[in-house]
């Protein structure tokens, strides 16, 4: 039984910081790769960042590169979403997913395992 659970989030003003975290707990023994994707209301889930859980090696979204930083904790199976100079198109909710493949693993169809989300909302 692998469960996912995000925290962390919540509202914050516009150019202000936050910071997710996704504990994952049961069978993750087989796990390759984290992966976070966001929501917003009436848009279809899109790639945020992802991280190897070997290697650490990351991948981020266009449109958050150099704003936020995804890491991981492997000891405490935990990975980490630091978000900065945060806007308010950020508005979504958040879900963590873990890979058991190894590939590319960009799209939300590549990811076997997600967490419920987290809101974050950012306000202008």
């Known amino acids: 039984q692998v469960q996912l659970v995000e925290s962390g989030g919540g509202l914050v003003q516009a150019g202000g910081s936050l910071r997710l975290s996704c504990a994952a707990s049961?069978?993750?023994?087989?796990?390759?790769?984290m992966g976070w994707f966001r929501q917003a209301p009436g848009k279809e889930r899109e790639f945020v960042a992802r991280i190897n859980w070997s290697g650490g090696s990351t991948y981020y979204a266009d449109s958050v590169k150099g704003r936020f930083t995804i890491s991981r904790d492997n000891a405490k199976n935990t990975v980490y979403l630091q978000m900065n100079s945060l806007r308010p198109e950020d508005t979504a909710v958040y879900y963590c997913?873990?890979?058991?493949?190894?590939?590319?693993?960009?799209?939300?169809?590549?990811?076997?395992?997600w967490g419920q989300g987290t809101q974050v909302t950012v306000s202008s």
């Open positions: 049961g069978r993750t023994f087989s796990f390759v790769a």
């Open positions: 997913a873990a890979d058991r493949r190894l590939r590319i693993g960009l799209s939300p169809a590549d990811y076997d395992y």
